[in-house]
């Protein structure tokens, strides 16, 4: 991975004193879990000492690899993630602003270019690589990790070289309810991240401004079979240009394979674009993802690793919630609950990965599990989104959310139902994908075709009721490897031949297509189907946590939730748990490594 982070002075004729240049210095260690001898760093500060960019990679020193930075002339960049092509970097060096070539390059990234006049960074379409923003003792801040943008700004504002992190707990409302923020917001005092296709423009002696740039205009429904296959060429033809990275490296591409949708598309243009790959999946070993996934592999022609998930005994043998949890938060940075698991650090293996991560954005986000497109039904979806779990919250929590469902409750009068769609790739993509996704780039060149900047322009230009059908992704599975039409999912057909196919001519094959049955090992998720021992790990840790938590929480309704065994909803104990970590402070110290692994009974 690559982080980053720019500073420059509010005043022309200031410079960025050397006591902040030092806290970032510091700072890094702090807000990425990475050991600080594996970093590349590179620095550049402006003549006048006014402006700064500072870059820090763990990846190689070789091809597909880049710098950590790269200049043309008096200007420097940076990016995070990766550019959909090789030359991409030198586009962006010398185009007049920052923004203006961005929405025709693919991949999934984010820019930082600084010159003497100060800073701007990007967002792509998705913003999987985030840009955070601050500003503090006439500085301004941008940086790729909200952790690192933060400290630095705590230096400037505090005067101290190491400053303790400051928790906007209010904030953390979002986290209680989903466990992932449906704002811009951050846990971080004052710190915010920088919307979905947009430019942060820093210019000494300016106003800072956000230049946001305009999403895909959707087009008609199309009529007929014809012309819907046309319509969806632009899509295939982003696709094969985002699994085109992979050939960049010197082996094959590791795919995580399952029974859904999403990765087997990917696994369809790699085909298609001779993509050299294998698949590799996990699970129980009857499960329907490892045994679909060993399917499509086998008509694609490539092979498939398949690792069996550890049991003993009936049980599955899991990491102690806490130790979990304190990963979780550390990689994280406080923005994902730990009912997600994410990879810890690990030296970088250049290997190049995929899945079918983010392939909701093709489907419609929100839509596709939303049944009821009503005027009432979304309006009851949008509060789910903003204000579910109001009985664990505070009467203040509760109307901080409030001014969150109004302001989207007001944007359905004039955009309908897309407002799903895009509420999922703000706030789903853009917010809870981000920590994942950073956590991967810091083991793996891993790429993400469906948070490709192109793929995403190229789907949002297509009717969202139109998408939810799910027929543009049919259609480009068919075009992309037509021998992969009869392999049922795992779960629900295709959207748009749930209850019938299209024709009698297409009966056989749609009978072929029948979803397997469902088994145990399928159904199974161990987060959700705890007993007491883990009960009793969620109450020590939340109910004795920090009080700052309860300044948002009601106690009695957290302590009845708590009680459950099992849970309703088990995904609250998980955040709550991630929660009182955060608040602790405990991440910010090592690991408990002491405390032993957990077993879960297994169906």
Not at 456 to 485: D, F, G, K, T, Y
Request: charged share 25%; hydrophobic share 40%.
């Amino acid at each position: 991975m690559r982080a980053c982070l720019a500073v420059s002075a509010r005043e022309p004729d200031e410079p960025i004193p050397h006591e902040v240049l030092e806290a970032a210095r510091w700072a890094i260690a702090e807000a990425v879990p990475a050991p600080a001898d594996r970093w590349r760093t590179a620095e550049w500060i402006s003549p006048d000492g006014g402006t700064a960019l500072l870059a820090w990679s763990n990846e190689p020193p070789e091809d597909p690899f880049p710098d950590p930075l790269l200049t043309s002339g008096d200007r420097v960049l940076s990016y995070c993630g990766y550019l959909g092509g090789k030359g991409d970097a030198d586009l962006l060096l010398d185009a007049a602003a920052l923004g203006d070539d961005l929405d025709d390059i693919g991949g999934c990234f984010s820019v930082f270019r600084a010159g003497p006049d100060g800073f701007e960074a990007a967002t792509s379409v998705t913003r999987a690589c985030p840009v955070y923003h601050a500003e503090a003792g006439g500085l301004r801040f941008a940086a790729s990790r909200a952790l690192l943008a933060h400290l630095a700004a705590r230096a400037a504002a505090t005067g101290l070289s190491r400053p303790a992190p400051a928790y906007d707990v209010m904030a953390l409302q979002s986290m209680v309810r989903h466990g992932f923020f449906v704002s811009d917001e951050t846990p971080f005092e004052g710190v915010r991240a920088v919307p979905n296709a947009a430019t942060l423009v820093a210019r000494r002696g300016r106003a800072v401004g956000v230049v946001q740039r305009p999403l895909p205009e959707q087009g008609r429904a199309p009529r007929g079979r014809g012309e819907a296959r046309e319509r969806v060429e632009p899509l295939a033809e982003a696709l094969l240009a985002a699994v085109e990275p992979f050939k960049w490296h010197d082996r094959p591409m590791r795919l995580a394979l399952s029974g859904g949708r999403d990765s087997r598309l990917i696994a369809a243009a790699c085909h298609a674009a001779g993509v050299p790959f294998f698949g590799a999946t996990h699970g129980l070993a009857d499960s329907p993802d490892v045994l679909l996934a060993q399917r499509v592999a086998e008509v694609l022609g490539v092979e498939c690793e398949v690792t069996i998930d550890k049991q003993r005994s009936g049980a599955v043998v899991v990491r102690h919630p806490l130790r979990r949890a304190h990963a979780l938060v550390r990689m994280c940075e406080g923005m994902n609950s730990a009912y997600e698991g994410v990879n810890r650090w690990a030296p970088f293996d250049p290997e190049p990965r995929s899945s079918g991560s983010g392939g909701e954005r093709l489907r419609g986000g929100f839509l596709s599990d939303q049944p009821d497109l009503t005027r009432d039904g979304v309006h009851r979806r949008l509060r789910t989104v903003f204000l579910a779990q109001r009985e664990f919250l505070t009467a203040d929590a509760n109307a901080y959310a409030q001014r969150y469902y109004d302001r989207w409750a007001d944007r359905y009068e004039r955009d309908g139902v897309d407002i799903l769609d895009k509420l999922h790739m703000f706030y789903k993509t853009g917010r809870w994908l981000a920590g994942s996704h950073t956590a991967t780039l810091m083991n793996w060149a891993y790429y993400h075709p469906f948070l490709d900047n192109r793929v995403a322009r190229a789907a949002l230009a297509l009717p969202v009721e139109w998408r939810l059908s799910e027929e543009p992704l049919a259609l480009v599975m068919h075009m992309l490897a037509p021998q992969l039409r009869d392999i049922p999912f795992d779960g629900k057909r295709w959207r748009f031949e749930q209850r019938r196919p299209r024709s009698l001519r297409e009966w056989p094959g749609w009978r072929r297509r029948a979803t397997p049955p469902s088994t145990p090992a399928g159904g199974f998720n161990w987060r959700k189907s705890y007993g007491p021992e883990l009960a009793d790990v969620f109450r020590e840790h939340i109910l004795d946590g920090p009080p700052e938590l309860f300044s948002i929480l009601d106690r009695g309704a957290v302590e009845r939730r708590l009680a459950e065994v099992p849970p309703r909803r088990p995904g609250q104990s998980w955040h709550l748990l991630s929660l009182s970590v955060l608040l602790s402070g405990a991440w910010r110290e090592p690991e408990p490594a002491d405390l032993p692994d957990i077993e879960v009974p297994a169906p």
